[in-house]
């Protein structure tokens, strides 16, 4: 835009300069009209409209540098916003896997189903009910929780590791665990928060069972999912899910416990 007011300035100078130049020749017409006063009438009046003419271009180029001059701060001011919005989404990207894994299998609970409780219901539905992805469920249920959190790792993170730490483990891999840890915890969640009468048998006992577990002080008004969770599918109890664990372990992400028999890992903010 600088390089544009700097041309439109040298434009300017030629245009006065060559505006001086006809003045001149208009002062030795002047001269020439009363020496000669019927023979240059017409050439004055050409003059005379060809310097009005001037004066309007010189008047719309003021114009145009004083909008284009009050236009430069506005510009630095949009490209300095625009270079810290970069920033912004240049550190965001860092926390981003370059793909998130789609869940293929909602880890919610469906409360509303129970298996039969005599042969003959049996009977009519063939095989026992299998576990369905269900709906959400209803606003009252979720009043007041928020989902689990999902805190990836960054690169800088990752790099800072002991060689002997990382190994061969990927930003895309440990950030794919993170998601799954963050989906069995929703699933503990939400079987603490179901009413008891809408669970199925099995799932009664293992809603109790984690209701036990987080009454421990250390569990209260946490996310935490327990070792027998881990199933997939990204993070698994395989060397390559062990090393993940003890990775995030050591970034702050997760922290562990015991609770009886059961590994309890909870979900912590770095």
Avoid: C
């Amino acid at each position: 835009m600088m390089e544009g007011g700097e041309a439109a300035g040298s434009s300017l100078d030629a245009l006065m300069s060559s505006f001086n130049t006809r003045i001149a020749h208009l002062q030795q017409l002047v001269i020439a009209r009363n020496m000669y006063p019927a023979s240059s009438m017409a050439d004055l009046s050409e003059i005379d409209a060809a310097l009005q003419g001037m004066e309007m271009q010189v008047t719309k180029i003021k114009e145009r540098l004083k909008e284009e001059t009050e236009a430069i701060p506005k510009a630095k001011k949009l490209i300095e916003a625009s270079l810290h919005q970069q920033k912004i989404l240049q550190n965001m990207s860092l926390y981003v896997p370059a793909s998130l894994p789609e869940k293929t299998v909602s880890r919610h609970v469906d409360v509303s189903r129970s298996f039969p409780s005599t042969p003959s219901e049996i009977g009519k539905e063939g095989l026992l009910p299998e576990l369905v992805r269900f709906e959400d469920p209803a606003p009252k249920e979720r009043k007041g929780r928020a989902p689990a959190p999902v805190w990836y790792i960054s690169t800088e993170e990752l790099n800072a590791l002991p060689s002997y730490m990382k190994g061969r483990l990927t930003l895309d891999k440990v950030n794919a665990a993170i998601n799954d840890m963050a989906t069995y915890a929703e699933t503990n969640a939400q079987l603490i928060a179901a009413p008891r009468n809408k669970l199925s048998e099995n799932l009664l006992d293992k809603s109790l069972e984690l209701r036990n577990i987080s009454a421990a002080e250390s569990l209260k008004g946490k996310y935490f999912f327990l070792e027998s969770d881990i199933k997939g599918p990204s993070l698994k109890l395989d060397a390559t899910g062990k090393a993940i664990l003890t990775v995030l372990r050591h970034v702050g992400r997760i922290s562990e416990t015991r609770s009886g028999r059961h590994r309890v890992f909870i979900l912590s903010r770095p």
